[in-house]
């Protein structure tokens, strides 16, 4: 039995990969909200759950890729990555672990 098309194989292994990736980005972000809700916020948990949004649209860009194959996904990937950086560098996450802890009572 030969494979017709192994490109095609290969593409379905790797959407495969991607979406089993998300699901264990969503599973993770989901049991680090539980921790927060237990435990309250500190910055370390933000800059989590920030890394963890990153990786999410970067592998949906991916998907994006497969769709349509002149999506430039290092330039997007870049400019996604660029503006997750200045939302970490000029959020202040102490303040806002601070505030929010004092509002939740935790």
Known sequence: MTIKNPENKHGIIRILL??????????????????????????????????????????????????KSDFKLSRFSVYATLVFFA???LVDFEGISCYLNSILQF
């Open 87 to 89: 939302v970490l560098f």
């Open 18 to 67: 991607i979406i089993f990736t998300l699901l264990l980005i969503f599973t993770a972000a989901a049991k680090m909200i539980m921790y927060i809700s237990a435990y309250g916020f500190t910055p370390k948990r933000f800059y989590t759950l920030w890394f963890m949004l990153l990786l999410t649209v970067l592998f949906v860009m991916y998907i994006f890729k497969f769709k």
